[in-house]
């Protein structure tokens, strides 16, 4: 098992930035994949961005590409999301999660196996 703990959420302008972090123990070397998805109130959980583990090769949302970051400090066990150029639709409750698995897609949420408890991002026009 992986326990995974955010942090790094806050309440921003428009045009601000913020870095997320999550850091996980346990069974680390067993995940092959994390993630950061995020959930707003009455909206279903949607994945933000994605990384292997090893080649730490990252994938995004479009909605995010070229404003968001991900990355993996594997020395300090650590996983990052550094969001810049902050939009209003970006305010959402931020999750971190891991999974064994490669092969699946990576923005599908019921394929991952640990998730942390979320930290929250609030966005103000």
């Known amino acids: 098992q992986v326990q995974l703990v955010e942090s790094g959420g806050g309440s921003v302008q428009t045009g601000g930035s913020l870095r997320l972090s999550c850091v996980r123990s346990?069974?680390?070397?067993?995940?092959?994949?994390m993630a950061w998805f995020r959930q707003a109130p009455g909206k279903e959980r949607e994945a933000v961005a994605a990384?292997?583990?090893?080649?730490?090769?990252?994938f995004y949302a479009d909605s995010v590409k070229g404003r968001f970051t991900i990355s993996l400090d594997n020395t300090k066990n650590t996983l990052y999301l550094q969001m810049n150029s902050l939009k209003p639709e970006d305010t959402a409750m931020y999750y971190c999660a891991a999974r064994r698995d490669v092969a699946p897609m990576w923005n599908d949420k019921g394929t991952y196996d640990d998730w942390g408890q979320g930290t929250q991002v609030t966005v103000s026009s």
């Open positions: 990384i292997t583990t090893r080649q730490r090769y990252p």
């Open positions: 346990g069974d680390t070397n067993s995940r092959k994949f």
